[in-house]
């Protein structure tokens, strides 16, 4: 191709012989070619080889030049540029024509090249024949243009991310520009054309309006440049933060025209509105708080501390932050805070609560409950501890009364158990004794028995062993614990408990709905489920209504630890809002029955509760009762 070049090159005579047009046209780096649209010759000048770096001299070819062997130094994605040399586009070329394109040098490099070219003679039937054309290196200056295109694109894209736009004032013609981020921000499309008075109202009213006003006067007047932080409202009627930047152009001492800069900051403002809000509220929260708070370093020195902590300690807040942590922490609970507060610093614990002493000034002992967090930054790297220090004195002190109130109470209820046992073993052997005497008098003298007085002894003889043998189960039922619990089937002692009344439920003519299922296991003391079964079942058949055939329902339900009984009945009914409180009471009775001692609810209750359980009651007068008996659910080994 080199060879080609050479041979079209030698033939180019009569293009310039004039060494002093080579040289000329060498410092302007233009060459010329010249082309025939009949012929399809191609003459190429030395100059035109030259600049793009090509020795004519050593270039030699038989070949004839043609516009293809051109071509092939030149870009690809330009040959379509040199279309019209070829017919039918030769046919309609203009006079003269100019482009753009890029050209291969000797050093294998593109170099951009603009060139000119014209129509300099014709055919007798008016077709082109030869083009007169020049081609000169424009490489640096469209390197450049690329480069500064390059930075204008960058530019504009870093604009519309950062929210960046532009404006000017022409004050001479009063002609405004804004860029397209502009017209963004502001909620505008990027054909809108602003005008200086209404792109002045988009500011909020008032204060903003005022002071945008203000500042761009005495830029355009004065020459004094402005950077303010004011509110627009939108298009969409938003209202957003902005910082307008304007910039006076002076010429002879008059302002001509203001430029600048628009920005959107109104996320960034009013991140910085809302942190600034939330370190007013905690420094309020901080400094007012009713508990003690204190900031601490991660050299555990106090950086803040409130009143509240200074006035539980008995210090002034300036002597406080003199003493470090262990100058008023009691001894005994020094060595487990500084554990904590190691683990804390070594990034172990994000935070820990202990409960705490600290001795005040007057060398009294404050209890308190230290909770300590530690403030990260978003890299989880600790920055300091947020303390806060609540006063549990009167708590502790309530604590201790009540811990020997209830040793008091313990010791009281022991020794009242005990008097029971004593009272109840030997009140049992002396009214055995009287029963066994009056048995005897009866037998051996039996006129005294005809005396009116003898049935009331005896009566009351009686009684008194009732009574005693009734304290004797309470005592009992008082001296078991929970160690006496079993796993037991509830449907199994349900049943057995119906069979051992069932005599009782024939001759009242009872139904009872049994609707328990067999798999329920309960937790409690054998022979006191059969104790509470029967008194229930058989209160409910002492208690039924004259009116309706009496119906006992049973029910459970599982509820968390417990399985929930119900033992219902359509009976007589109990006024809860007279006797509700002393429905549990011992020798408490509520209806007019013969066989009513007052007893059995209240060993019932005894019962029930010495299982870990709980009972209560709903009931309406004439419509019946329920009893709801809560026992434990199955233990496990486990």
Known sequence: MQELISSSSKKAVGLSNSIIHNKFLSLLSVGIWKYNFITHELIIDDSLLEMIGYDSNVLETDQADTINDMLQFVHPRDKELFDFLNLPFSEYIPNNRCFEFRMLDHEKKWIWVENHCEVISHTKDNKPEWLVGYAQNINEKKNKELLSSKYEELLNKTNEV??????????????????????????????????????????????????????????????????????????????????????????KGVCTRVYGVFQDIDEKTRAIQNLANTEKKFRKTFDFAGVGMALVGMDTKWLRVNDSLCNMLGYTKEGFLKLRYPDFTHPEDLENDEILLGEALAGNLDGYEIEKRFIHKN??????????????????????????????????????????????TKDQNDRLLNFAHIVSHNLRSHTGNLQMLSNLMQIDLPEVTENELFPLLKSAITQLSETVQNLNEVAVLNTKTEINLVNLNLSYYIKNAISNINSLIIDSSVTIINNINDTLIVSAIPAYLDSILLNFFTNAIKYKSLDRPPVITINAVQKEDFIVLHIEDNGLGINLQAHGKKLFGMYKTFHRHKDARGLGLFITKNQIEAMGGNVTVESEVDKGTTFYISLQKEKTDG
């Open 162 to 251: 950062a929210s960046i736009g532009t404006w000017e004032v022409n004050l001479a013609t009063n002609k405004v520009n804004w860029s397209n981020v502009t017209k963004k921000i502001h909620g505008l499309d990027n054909d809108y054309e602003p005008e200086l008075e209404t792109g002045i109202h988009f500011y909020k009213e008032g204060f903003h309006r005022d002071k945008l006003t203000a500042l761009f006067t005495k830029c355009a007047t004065e020459g004094v440049g402005f950077d303010a932080e004011l509110i627009i409202v939108t298009v969409d009627k938003i209202e957003k933060w902005i910082r307008a930047i304007g910039v006076p152009v002076m010429e």
């Open 363 to 408: 060398g009294s002992v404050i209890w308190t409950i230290l909770t300590v967090a530690v403030v990260k930054d978003d890299e989880g790297v600790p920055l300091h501890f947020v303390s806060q220090i609540n006063d549990i004195t009167s708590i502790k002190k309530s604590e201790k009364k009540v811990t020997d109130l209830l040793e008091v």
